[in-house]
């Protein structure tokens, strides 16, 4: 068998740790060959491919982002995408394509796999709001930099009795924000899942300062103040209509000065959450992943997802998983709220 792999949507940590292990298993268990496609759904619609073989991907397990590339490409917005993907296939020799991506790149392998075409998933994405999988990977490595950052900032918002806001990723899931302030200590968190007061935030900040510390602020990038809307950072559209987020931190900033009379601060971490070095945990669960997806090639079982399911890998259908974001729910919230302005 001739197997296609790609990564698609944002990059993240442990994504060539996927790679490696369907390589290593592809050709070691079963002797197939490994055809990368390049910079996601690009690849296949324009036949942008790369031969991967053991020596390819013998020191890439600690790399960040993907040997193979990324992009945002949706084939369904391409004039004549699919015929183009079924072309290369041909032209390839490809029995089955192993997709590893968010929800934008995985519903396109959904719809490729009603269309005919062989694909099994592997769950990414640093926001960890892909549907029926505990946790993907790429999410522990994101928490871990915001969390340093965090610790990092808050010294410096000690040393001038500032407040400090640090927005962190997040479009409609606040699972970094909470992981993150949770473990960093902050004292707001303010998720995409509830609408803030800005009248409460400024209450937890002036009650923080009154015990003369700090306030730490973290807010996912769509968190959404009450009445308000997204703070877009431009009104573009990506190729699965994603507007571009960004700028609520600075606002919030601006509103506590203003607010308060204190000094506040923004600092935004963006895509630092995305690269370095993944942790131990992605890693290890990265190749889980990719092993399994071999697993799941080998059964012939299409249209599936890989998935972690407590302790176990898992498959489920990848209409299962695309069905509706997983957000952070309100009793998770609640448990947080405990620390708000202390």
């Not at 790149?105 to 926001?127: N, Q, S």
């Not at 877009?232 to 607010?259: K, M």
């Not at 998935?307 to 997983?326: C, D, F, M, N, Q």
């Amino acid at each position: 068998m001739r197997i296609g792999v790609l990564t698609g949507g944002g990059d993240c940590p442990g994504l060539n740790a996927v790679i490696r292990a369907v390589v290593r298993k592809g050709i070691k268990a079963h002797g197939w060959e490994i055809v990368g496609f390049r910079n996601g759904w690009q690849g296949p619609i324009e036949n942008l491919t790369k031969e991967i073989g053991l020596a390819d991907v013998e020191e890439i397990l600690t790399r960040g982002g993907t040997i193979l590339g990324s992009s945002r490409t949706n084939p369904y917005k391409v004039e004549g995408g699919v015929d183009r993907i079924r072309e290369t296939i041909a032209a390839n020799n490809i029995d089955a394509i192993v997709a590893i991506g968010g929800e934008d790149t995985l519903g396109v392998a959904k719809r490729l796999t009603d269309d005919g075409i062989g694909v099994v998933g592997v769950p990414k994405t640093i926001d960890n709001d892909l549907g029926a999988t505990d946790y993907t990977f790429g999410f522990d490595t994101a928490v871990h930099i915001a969390t340093e950052a965090i610790d990092r900032l808050r010294t410096t918002a000690e040393s001038h009795h500032r407040a400090l806001v640090v927005e962190v990723m997040g479009r409609h899931a606040g699972w970094i924000a909470l992981h993150s302030g949770l473990a960093g200590g902050a004292n707001v968190i303010l998720v995409p899942e509830r609408p803030f007061s800005v009248d409460k935030v400024v209450e937890w900040v002036e009650r923080r300062f009154e015990r003369e510390f700090a306030p730490i602020i973290v807010v996912a990038e769509g968190a959404i103040p009450e009445g308000g809307a997204e703070v877009l950072h431009s009104g573009e559209r990506d190729a699965f209509g994603h507007v571009r987020l960004g700028g609520v931190g600075q606002w919030l900033a601006e509103e506590i000065a203003d607010r308060t009379g204190k000094e506040s601060r923004a600092a935004v971490l963006g895509h630092i959450q995305r690269g370095g070095t993944p942790t131990a945990y992605d890693r290890v669960l990265a190749t889980r992943f990719g092993l399994h997806a071999v697993d799941a090639v080998a059964a012939g079982d299409f249209g599936t997802m890989v998935a972690l399911r407590g302790t176990e890998i898992v498959r489920v259908k990848l209409s299962e998983a695309t069905a509706e974001l997983k957000t952070v729910p309100a009793e998770r919230y609640e448990e947080a709220e405990v620390f708000f302005g202390a």
